[in-house]
C-alpha cells in the first residue's frame, strides 16, 4: 500500500524538462480567460467612465475607491454579504449533516429519497428565486398566506417585513443539497467497524456522532466550507429576482450594488473599483474561513 | 464535390434573400407594442424590400440592454424604442439620427405639441412617438355610487385621502387605493414625483442642491406613506405598473393613480372584470397644479450605429403615422388605438365614441409641462424625472429609500436623510455641486 503510493508520488511529481513547454499552452489559455479580465478591471477601476457620459473621461486616481469607501450603502453591502454568507454557510452546514446522516442510514427507499433531497440544487436560481416569491411568499396569491388566512391570521408580507431572512432560507433552501451531497460521500468512506467497535464499547448514539461521525468528516466538511463561500459570495439572482436589494438597502449585497453601480447607474468605473473590493472580500473570508474551521476541526480531533 | 455543389448553391440563394433589408427592432412588452409587431405582416407587405426583426424585453432590460448597446457603439439595433428621458439626453450626445425631411403625407403638426417637444433636443426631433401618457385618477364609479361620493373633474389630494379611508374595505376583498410601490425611477419615484411636486417640493434648487429633506418632501412622503399602509394592498413594495393594472381590471381597487394608457385597458371587457365600472378623472393636486401630473412617451429613434437609415425611416414613419393607428381601429377596436401622439386621433368621432377617457387624456397631456413641473423654479426639465444622465442612478436610490420607509426600516426623517445624503454624494461626483 504504501510502496505503490511512494511510487504513484514519484512517478507525478518529477517532471521532465520538456513538459513545461506542453503545459504552457493550457496555463496560458488559463492566464488569458482568468487574468485578463481582472486586470482590465483594475485599469478601469482607476478611470472615471460613465457610460452616458462620454464627454467627461480619463483617470482618477483612487476616486473610484475613495467613492466607495465614504458611501454608507458600500458598508452595508459589506455588512449584508457577510450576514447572508454567514448565515447560509451554518444552515446549510448543520442541515446538510442532519440530511446526510440520515440518509447514510439503511431504510426501504432511500434512494429515491436521496434523489428528491439533492433536487432543489438543480433548479435554477432565478426560477427557485421567483417560486419562492410568487408562489409561496406573496402576501395575497402566496401559500404561506393562503395558510396564515386559513389558521386565522394576517398574513405576511414575507419580502418586505422579513427580507434578509427570506433571502436566507430560499439560498440555504438551495444549498443544504449541496452539502448533504459532499458530506454523505464523506460518510460513505467511514468504516463500518469503527462504528460497530463503538457501540461494543459502549458508546450512544449522540458519541457515536460526536467522536467518530465528525472528526471523520473533518476534511469533507473544510470542503463544503471552503467550496459554499466561494460560491455563496457572489449570491446575486435570488436578490435580482425577488427583492432587488431592498426595501432600502436590507439585501443590498456587494455583487448587487457593483450590479446596481454598472447596469443602474452605467458608472462602470466606480464598479469596477467595488468588483476589486469584492475579491479582496473574499480573500479575507477565505483566509479566516478556513482558518477557523481548520483549528476547530483537529481541536476536535486530538 | 456534389457537397461543395450544394453549398455554392445555398449560399447564391442566401444572397438573393439579403438583397432585402432587415432591421432590427428593439422595443418593451407593453401591450401596444405586442399589436405593433402583430401588424407588422402588413408594413412587410407595403414595403417588400424590407423585412423586420423583433426584439421585445421587460422596460428595465429593454433599458440597459439600449444603453450598453448605444454608448459603446455596438450597432445592434435599428430602431430604438426609448422615452422622453432618453431623447434629449441622446440626442445631445450625438447617438441619434436627427429626424427631420418628413414627407408631407406624415403631418408633423398634427403630433402633440408637448409630446414632440419631448423628444426634441434644442428644437431637434430626434424620436417619433408611438403611444403618450400622462397620469389620471382612476376610479370604480359603483362603490362611489354605494357611499353616495361624487368626483368632481379636479378632485384634491385631501379628498382622496378621506375617500381612501371610506371605501377602504379588505374584508370584502376591496383596497382604498393602489399606488405604485416596487422600487425604481420609472416605477415608484415617477409617480411619488409628481405627488412631491403638487404638494410644492422640487428635486432640486436653482444651484443643483436636492431638496429631499425640505418640509414639502416630508408632507408628501408623510401623505403617500400613510396612504399606501393603511389604505393600500399588501406588498406595496413589490407592486409597480403592471401589478396595479391587474390588481385594477381585477376589481381589487377603489381608486388608482397611474398612466392615462392603462384606460385603455381597464375599458375593455376583454381584458377588465370592471369595464362598465370605471371612472376617469384628472390627478389629484395639493398646493399646486404644476407638476401634478407626468409626460412620457414611448417613442421610435434611430441610432448612429446603424447602416440602414433609410429602412428604419420608413418603418417608423408607418408606426407612427395616421394610418397606422386607423389600422389599429379598424383590427384591434379603437379603444386600443395608440393613444397621446396625435390631435387628429382625438378629433376622430369614432374613437370619442370608444374612448369615454379621451378627453381628460388630451387635457392631462396638454396641461403637462416639463419645463415648468413645480411651483419654484427648477435648472431641470421633466416633471416626474429630472433630465440629466445622473437621475437613473438617483431615482432608483431613492426609491429604495422610500421603500424602505413604507416597509418600516427607517424612519420618515430617517430615510429621506439618507436619501438626500446619497443624492448630493451622486451630484458632488458627477461635478455639479462643489
Given at each position: 500500500?504504501?510502496?505503490?503510493?511512494?511510487?504513484?508520488?514519484?512517478?507525478?511529481?518529477?517532471?521532465?524538462?520538456?513538459?513545461?513547454?506542453?503545459?504552457?499552452?493550457?496555463?496560458?489559455?488559463?492566464?488569458?480567460?482568468?487574468?485578463?479580465?481582472?486586470?482590465?478591471?483594475?485599469?478601469?477601476?482607476?478611470?472615471?467612465?460613465?457610460?452616458?457620459?462620454?464627454?467627461?473621461?480619463?483617470?482618477?486616481?483612487?476616486?473610484?475607491?475613495?467613492?466607495?469607501?465614504?458611501?454608507?450603502?458600500?458598508?452595508?453591502?459589506?455588512?449584508?454579504?457577510?450576514?447572508?454568507?454567514?448565515?447560509?454557510?451554518?444552515?446549510?452546514?448543520?442541515?446538510?449533516?442532519?440530511?446526510?446522516?440520515?440518509?447514510?442510514?439503511?431504510?426501504?427507499?432511500?434512494?429515491?429519497?436521496?434523489?428528491?433531497?439533492?433536487?432543489?440544487?438543480?433548479?435554477?436560481?432565478?426560477?427557485?428565486?421567483?417560486?419562492?416569491?410568487?408562489?409561496?411568499?406573496?402576501?395575497?396569491?402566496?401559500?404561506?398566506?393562503?395558510?396564515?388566512?386559513?389558521?386565522?391570521?394576517?398574513?405576511?408580507?414575507?419580502?418586505?417585513?422579513?427580507?434578509?431572512?427570506?433571502?436566507?432560507?430560499?439560498?440555504?433552501?438551495?444549498?443544504?443539497?449541496?452539502?448533504?451531497?459532499?458530506?454523505?460521500?464523506?460518510?460513505?468512506?467511514?468504516?463500518?467497524?469503527?462504528?460497530?467497535?463503538?457501540?461494543?464499547?459502549?458508546?450512544?448514539?449522540?458519541?457515536?456522532?460526536?467522536?467518530?461521525?465528525?472528526?471523520?468528516?473533518?476534511?469533507?466538511?473544510?470542503?463544503?466550507?471552503?467550496?459554499?463561500?466561494?460560491?455563496?459570495?457572489?449570491?446575486?439572482?435570488?436578490?435580482?429576482?425577488?427583492?432587488?436589494?431592498?426595501?432600502?438597502?436590507?439585501?443590498?449585497?456587494?455583487?448587487?450594488?457593483?450590479?446596481?453601480?454598472?447596469?443602474?447607474?452605467?458608472?462602470?468605473?466606480?464598479?469596477?473599483?467595488?468588483?476589486?473590493?469584492?475579491?479582496?472580500?473574499?480573500?479575507?473570508?477565505?483566509?479566516?474561513?478556513?482558518?477557523?474551521?481548520?483549528?476547530?476541526?483537529?481541536?476536535?480531533?486530538? | 464535390?456534389?457537397?461543395?455543389?450544394?453549398?455554392?448553391?445555398?449560399?447564391?440563394?442566401?444572397?438573393?434573400?439579403?438583397?432585402?433589408?432587415?432591421?432590427?427592432?428593439?422595443?418593451?412588452?407593453?401591450?401596444?407594442?405586442?399589436?405593433?409587431?402583430?401588424?407588422?405582416?402588413?408594413?412587410?407587405?407595403?414595403?417588400?424590400?424590407?423585412?423586420?426583426?423583433?426584439?421585445?424585453?421587460?422596460?428595465?432590460?429593454?433599458?440597459?440592454?439600449?444603453?450598453?448597446?448605444?454608448?459603446?457603439?455596438?450597432?445592434?439595433?435599428?430602431?430604438?424604442?426609448?422615452g422622453t428621458y432618453?431623447?434629449p439626453i441622446?440626442?445631445?450626445?450625438?447617438?441619434?439620427?436627427?429626424?427631420?425631411?418628413?414627407?408631407?403625407?406624415?403631418?408633423?403638426?398634427?403630433?402633440?405639441?408637448p409630446?414632440?417637444a419631448g423628444?426634441?433636443?434644442?428644437?431637434?426631433?430626434?424620436?417619433?412617438?408611438?403611444?403618450?401618457e400622462s397620469s389620471m385618477l382612476?376610479?370604480?364609479?359603483?362603490?362611489?355610487?354605494?357611499?353616495?361620493?361624487?368626483?368632481?373633474?379636479q378632485p384634491t389630494w385631501n379628498?382622496v385621502?378621506?375617500?381612501?379611508?371610506?371605501?377602504?374595505?379588505?374584508?370584502?376583498?376591496?383596497?382604498?387605493?393602489?399606488?405604485r410601490?416596487?422600487?425604481?425611477w420609472g416605477?415608484n419615484m415617477a409617480f411619488i414625483s409628481t405627488l412631491v411636486n403638487t404638494y410644492g417640493g422640487r428635486w432640486f434648487d436653482e444651484n443643483w442642491r436636492p431638496q429631499l429633506t425640505s418640509p414639502e418632501w416630508k408632507r408628501a412622503i408623510g401623505v403617500y406613506?400613510?396612504?399606501?399602509?393603511?389604505?393600500?394592498?399588501?406588498?406595496?413594495?413589490?407592486?409597480?405598473?403592471?401589478?396595479?393594472?391587474?390588481?385594477?381590471?381585477?376589481?381589487?381597487?377603489?381608486?388608482?393613480v397611474?398612466?392615462?394608457?392603462?384606460?385603455?385597458?381597464?375599458?375593455?371587457?376583454?381584458?377588465?372584470?370592471?369595464?362598465?365600472?370605471?371612472?376617469?378623472?384628472k390627478a389629484p393636486v395639493a398646493v399646486t397644479p404644476n407638476g401634478s401630473h407626468w409626460l412620457w412617451?414611448?417613442?421610435?429613434?434611430?441610432?448612429?450605429?446603424?447602416?440602414?437609415?433609410?429602412?428604419?425611416?420608413?418603418?417608423?414613419?408607418?408606426?407612427?403615422?395616421?394610418?397606422?393607428?386607423?389600422?389599429?381601429?379598424?383590427?384591434?377596436?379603437?379603444?386600443?388605438?395608440?393613444?397621446?401622439?396625435?390631435?387628429?386621433?382625438?378629433?376622430?368621432?369614432?374613437?370619442?365614441?370608444?374612448?369615454?377617457?379621451?378627453?381628460?387624456?388630451?387635457d392631462s397631456i396638454n396641461t403637462a409641462d416639463p419645463t415648468k413641473p413645480t411651483a419654484k423654479p427648477v435648472p431641470y426639465t421633466g416633471v416626474q424625472f429630472v433630465g440629466i444622465?445622473e437621475f437613473q442612478?438617483i431615482g432608483?436610490?431613492v426609491g429604495?429609500?422610500i421603500?424602505?420607509?413604507?416597509?418600516?426600516?427607517?424612519?420618515?426623517?430617517?430615510?429621506l436623510?439618507?436619501a438626500q445624503?446619497?443624492v448630493e454624494?451622486i451630484m458632488?461626483?458627477?461635478?455639479y455641486l462643489?
Amino acid at each position: 500500500m504504501t510502496q505503490t503510493q511512494a511510487l504513484v508520488r514519484s512517478k507525478t511529481y518529477r517532471l521532465r524538462p520538456n513538459t513545461a513547454a506542453l503545459l504552457a499552452p493550457a496555463i496560458l489559455l488559463l492566464v488569458v480567460f482568468t487574468q485578463i479580465p481582472f486586470v482590465l478591471t483594475l485599469y478601469y477601476s482607476f478611470r472615471r467612465f460613465n457610460l452616458l457620459n462620454p464627454e467627461r473621461q480619463g483617470f482618477v486616481g483612487l476616486e473610484n475607491f475613495h467613492s466607495h469607501l465614504t458611501d454608507p450603502i458600500f458598508w452595508t453591502a459589506v455588512q449584508n454579504t457577510l450576514v447572508l454568507v454567514g448565515s447560509v454557510l451554518v444552515i446549510t452546514v448543520l442541515m446538510g449533516l442532519a440530511l446526510a446522516v440520515l440518509f447514510y442510514q439503511d431504510f426501504p427507499g432511500r434512494g429515491l429519497a436521496r434523489t428528491l433531497a439533492i433536487s432543489p440544487f438543480f433548479v435554477m436560481p432565478v426560477v427557485s428565486a421567483l417560486i419562492w416569491k410568487n408562489m409561496l411568499m406573496h402576501p395575497v396569491y402566496g401559500l404561506f398566506a393562503w395558510l396564515a388566512q386559513r389558521l386565522g391570521q394576517e398574513p405576511i408580507d414575507w419580502l418586505a417585513a422579513y427580507p434578509m431572512q427570506s433571502i436566507v432560507l430560499m439560498v440555504s433552501w438551495q444549498w443544504t443539497p449541496f452539502a448533504m451531497l459532499l458530506i454523505l460521500t464523506g460518510l460513505q468512506s467511514l468504516s463500518k467497524e469503527q462504528l460497530e467497535a463503538a457501540k461494543i464499547d459502549g458508546a450512544n448514539a449522540w458519541q457515536e456522532f460526536r467522536y467518530i461521525i465528525v472528526p471523520h468528516l473533518a476534511q469533507t466538511l473544510s470542503v463544503v466550507v471552503m467550496l459554499e463561500t466561494i460560491f455563496l459570495l457572489t449570491i446575486f439572482a435570488e436578490i435580482y429576482a425577488s427583492t432587488s436589494g431592498g426595501p432600502g438597502l436590507a439585501t443590498t449585497t456587494l455583487p448587487y450594488l457593483i450590479y446596481l453601480k454598472a447596469f443602474g447607474e452605467y458608472r462602470i468605473g466606480v464598479a469596477a473599483a467595488g468588483a476589486v473590493f469584492a475579491v479582496i472580500l473574499a480573500n479575507i473570508v477565505a483566509i479566516f474561513v478556513l482558518r477557523l474551521i481548520g483549528r476547530n476541526l483537529q481541536g476536535g480531533r486530538t | 464535390m456534389r457537397l461543395w455543389k450544394f453549398f455554392a448553391l445555398a449560399l447564391a440563394t442566401g444572397s438573393l434573400a439579403l438583397a432585402q433589408t432587415t432591421i432590427t427592432i428593439a422595443t418593451v412588452n407593453n401591450p401596444d407594442m405586442i399589436v405593433m409587431q402583430k401588424l407588422t405582416p402588413e408594413f412587410e407587405k407595403a414595403n417588400p424590400g424590407i423585412k423586420v426583426n423583433w426584439v421585445v424585453l421587460p422596460e428595465n432590460e429593454l433599458r440597459q440592454k439600449l444603453t450598453t448597446d448605444i454608448a459603446t457603439n455596438a450597432g445592434s439595433f435599428d430602431i430604438l424604442t426609448i422615452g422622453t428621458y432618453e431623447a434629449p439626453i441622446w440626442g445631445k450626445n450625438g447617438w441619434l439620427v436627427e429626424l427631420k425631411d418628413l414627407p408631407a403625407t406624415y403631418d408633423l403638426e398634427d403630433i402633440i405639441k408637448p409630446v414632440r417637444a419631448g423628444l426634441s433636443y434644442q428644437g431637434r426631433l430626434y424620436a417619433l412617438p408611438f403611444y403618450a401618457e400622462s397620469s389620471m385618477l382612476y376610479y370604480r364609479k359603483d362603490l362611489f355610487a354605494a357611499r353616495g361620493l361624487t368626483m368632481p373633474a379636479q378632485p384634491t389630494w385631501n379628498q382622496v385621502i378621506n375617500w381612501a379611508r371610506t371605501l377602504h374595505n379588505p374584508r370584502g376583498g376591496v383596497y382604498g387605493i393602489c399606488l405604485r410601490g416596487l422600487p425604481g425611477w420609472g416605477e415608484n419615484m415617477a409617480f411619488i414625483s409628481t405627488l412631491v411636486n403638487t404638494y410644492g417640493g422640487r428635486w432640486f434648487d436653482e444651484n443643483w442642491r436636492p431638496q429631499l429633506t425640505s418640509p414639502e418632501w416630508k408632507r408628501a412622503i408623510g401623505v403617500y406613506v400613510d396612504l399606501v399602509t393603511r389604505y393600500g394592498p399588501p406588498g406595496v413594495t413589490g407592486n409597480g405598473y403592471t401589478e396595479n393594472l391587474t390588481l385594477m381590471a381585477e376589481g381589487k381597487c377603489a381608486m388608482w393613480v397611474d398612466a392615462t394608457v392603462a384606460a385603455g385597458y381597464l375599458a375593455n371587457p376583454k381584458t377588465s372584470k370592471v369595464a362598465d365600472k370605471i371612472g376617469f378623472a384628472k390627478a389629484p393636486v395639493a398646493v399646486t397644479p404644476n407638476g401634478s401630473h407626468w409626460l412620457w412617451s414611448w417613442a421610435l429613434a434611430i441610432p448612429r450605429s446603424s447602416k440602414k437609415v433609410e429602412a428604419a425611416k420608413t418603418f417608423i414613419l408607418w408606426a407612427t403615422s395616421k394610418d397606422y393607428i386607423a389600422l389599429v381601429g379598424r383590427t384591434q377596436g379603437w379603444v386600443s388605438a395608440p393613444p397621446g401622439t396625435r390631435y387628429s386621433t382625438y378629433n376622430n368621432p369614432e374613437y370619442q365614441r370608444a374612448a369615454p377617457f379621451a378627453k381628460v387624456v388630451l387635457d392631462s397631456i396638454n396641461t403637462a409641462d416639463p419645463t415648468k413641473p413645480t411651483a419654484k423654479p427648477v435648472p431641470y426639465t421633466g416633471v416626474q424625472f429630472v433630465g440629466i444622465p445622473e437621475f437613473q442612478a438617483i431615482g432608483t436610490q431613492v426609491g429604495q429609500f422610500i421603500a424602505g420607509i413604507v416597509a418600516r426600516r427607517t424612519s420618515l426623517d430617517a430615510g429621506l436623510a439618507q436619501a438626500q445624503a446619497a443624492v448630493e454624494k451622486i451630484m458632488k461626483e458627477a461635478g455639479y455641486l462643489r
